[in-house]
Nanobody, 125 residues
Framework: EVRLVESGGGLVQPGGSLRLSCAASGFAFSNSGMSWVRQAPGKGLGWVSS????????YYLESVKGRFAISRDNAKNTLYMQMNSLKTEDTAVYYCTTRFQAAPAPIANMESHNWGQGTQVTVSS
C-alpha cells in the first residue's frame, strides 16, 4: 500500500520559516519524481514544486523561487520542503504527491497519482 505522510506544518508569522517533511512507503520512492501541491482556502489545487527521482532537477512556482527549497533523501524515503520568508499568501494545506510536473499546470483533483493527507501551513501575525 502506498503511503505518503506529511508533517511540519503549523502557525508562523510573516517572514518566518517552516520545514515540511513527507515520509513515503509502499513504492519505489527513489525511482519516483515527487511534488508539493497546495490548496489555499476557497481555492483549487496549485502546484508549488517538483523534484526528479535523484534530486538533480528541481522546479518551482515563480512566486516561491528563492524562498522555498525542495529536497529529498532517498535513503530515508523522505521528501522535504524548506520554506523561508513566508508570506500570508502561502497559507494553505500542503500535499506531497507522486505527480510530477516541470511547470505550472492545472490540477483538477487528486484522483490520479498518490497523495498524502496534507499538512496545514498558516502564515499570520
Amino acid at each position: 500500500e502506498v503511503r505518503l505522510v506529511e508533517s511540519g506544518g503549523g502557525l508562523v508569522q510573516p517572514g518566518g520559516s517552516l520545514r515540511l517533511s513527507c515520509a513515503a512507503s509502499g513504492f519505489a520512492f527513489s525511482n519516483s519524481g515527487m511534488s508539493w501541491v497546495r490548496q489555499a482556502p476557497g481555492k483549487g489545487l496549485g502546484w508549488v514544486s517538483s523534484i526528479s527521482s535523484r534530486g538533480v532537477l528541481k522546479y518551482y512556482l515563480e512566486s516561491v523561487k528563492g524562498r522555498f527549497a525542495i529536497s529529498r533523501d532517498n535513503a530515508k524515503n523522505t521528501l522535504y520542503m524548506q520554506m523561508n520568508s513566508l508570506k500570508t499568501e502561502d497559507t494553505a494545506v500542503y500535499y506531497c504527491t507522486t505527480r510530477f510536473q516541470a511547470a505550472p499546470a492545472p490540477i483538477a483533483n487528486m484522483e490520479s497519482h498518490n497523495w498524502g493527507q496534507g499538512t496545514q501551513v498558516t502564515v499570520s501575525s
